[in-house]
T-cell receptor
Framework: AQKVTQAQTEISVVEKEDVTLDCVYE???????LFWYKQPPSGELVFLIR??????QNEISGRYSWNFQKSTSSFNFTITASQVVDSAVYFC?????????????FGKGTKLTVNP | NAGVTQTPKFRVLKTGQSMTLLCAQD?????MYWYRQDPGMGLRLIHY???????AKGEVPDGYNVSRLKKQNFLLGLESAAPSQTSVYFC?????????????????FGAGSRLTVL
């Protein structure tokens, strides 16, 4: 069965610190997709990134970067020079395709608090 | 752009009461989903639909029913609410069934509906 583990339940940092959120997944699929979503205190879910299993290139978007390593089944997310606005719950998710339909399996989330 | 709209946003029920959550999307998406979010549990899939007139069970379907009579709407019903169904419910939609050449679909989520069952 597909599974996503976010071992860090809560992380607290001081503004301008770098922080890495860990995500480890399990799947038997050879083709799969990984996602990160952000849930700020307002509650909505915001899509951050999608990565397919054939593309192990790291990605950088401003202060955000993602490190995908198939060898360790990990898809970690790093925020550089964190800001208070980065405070949120972050979810890692894995796509699961069965019988032609697509579903996302989410990790339990990591709550990040960035203190001024 | 409305995207995915959920109503109501908040509701308090007594045990045994029934209610329906409505999800509406204006993006012509084929796929629609209902998730529930509980503290420390992440999001768990309740039911989903791959198109008008179809529904399927997700990870935690017990106690819920759904209907997709129109492509743009996906209703989640609780026939006899229980305190264990106190949660935040999220509806989501995505464009096509299965994967496209560009990869797995990105879900667009509604703002959530907070349900409390006393």
């Amino acid at each position: 069965a597909q599974k996503v583990t976010q071992a860090q339940t809560e992380i607290s940092v001081v503004e301008k610190e770098d922080v890495t959120l860990d995500c480890v997944y399990e799947t038997r699929d050879t083709t799969y997709y990984l996602f990160w979503y952000k849930q700020p205190p307002s509650g909505e879910l915001v899509f951050l990134i999608r990565r397919n299993s054939f593309d192990e290139q790291n990605e950088i978007s401003g202060r955000y970067s993602w490190n995908f390593q198939k060898s360790t089944s990990s898809f970690n997310f790093t925020i550089t020079a964190s800001q208070v606005v980065d405070s949120a719950v972050y979810f890692c998710a894995l796509s699961e395709e069965k019988g032609g339909s697509e579903k996302l399996v989410f990790g339990k989330g990591t709550k990040l608090t960035v203190n001024p | 752009n409305a995207g995915v709209t959920q109503t109501p946003k908040f509701r308090v029920l007594k045990t045994g009461q029934s209610m329906t959550l409505l999800c509406a999307q204006d993006m012509n998406h084929e796929y629609m989903y209902w998730y529930r979010q509980d503290p420390g549990m992440g999001l768990r899939l309740i039911h989903y639909s791959v198109g008008e007139g179809t529904t399927a069970k997700g990870e935690v379907p017990d106690g819920y029913n759904v209907s997709r009579l129109k492509k743009q709407n996906f209703l989640l019903g609780l026939e006899s609410a229980a305190p264990s169904q106190t949660s935040v419910y999220f509806c989501a939609s995505s464009y096509t069934p299965g994967r496209t050449s560009s990869g797995a679909n990105v879900l667009t989520f509604g703002a959530g509906s907070r349900l409390t069952v006393l």
